[in-house]
């Protein structure tokens, strides 16, 4: 029987994936790796993409919004590889995987717009709020 390398992905909502793989290719800022079994350890940011992975014979996709990947290998222990990201779909169809990651990044993309007019908002508020302090109404 081949080594196998666990990996494991999860976002803020769910785990996407832990499964015992073979090999898999991601595009790291410097170009695509490959990760095998007794990878050294390492950690990286993650473009947005998709990771191919083999699980029994059977190549497999992740389409991820971006993140960080850990490599590491505790002494008589099998590699490890964990990916954090914000939004991840898995799956055997390239096409379907790709477009799902694509909804999921437009929701973020959404809610951060969102937020980000709440925040001005309630920052505007809070600068009302402080100009109509009076000095003299504060008492030490």
């Not at 920052?123 to 009302?128: G, N, T």
């Amino acid at each position: 029987m081949k080594p196998t390398m666990r990996l494991e992905i999860i976002t803020p909502d769910n785990e996407i994936l832990d499964a015992e793989i073979m090999s898999m290719r991601v595009l790291l800022p410097d170009g695509w790796w490959g990760i095998l079994p007794g990878h050294a350890p390492m950690i990286s940011y993650i473009h947005s993409g998709v990771i191919y992975y083999q699980i029994e014979g059977q190549t497999r996709y992740i389409a991820l919004y971006q993140g960080t990947i850990e490599v590491k290998q505790e002494l008589g222990e099998q590699t490890h590889v964990l990916i954090l990201t914000s939004a991840a779909e898995e799956g055997d169809d390239l096409i379907a995987v790709q477009h799902s990651l694509q909804q999921q990044a437009a929701r973020l993309e959404e809610l951060a717009k969102e937020a980000e007019v709440e925040f001005k908002q309630i920052r505007l508020a809070l600068e009302k709020s402080l100009q109509n302090i009076n000095v003299t109404d504060i008492s030490l």
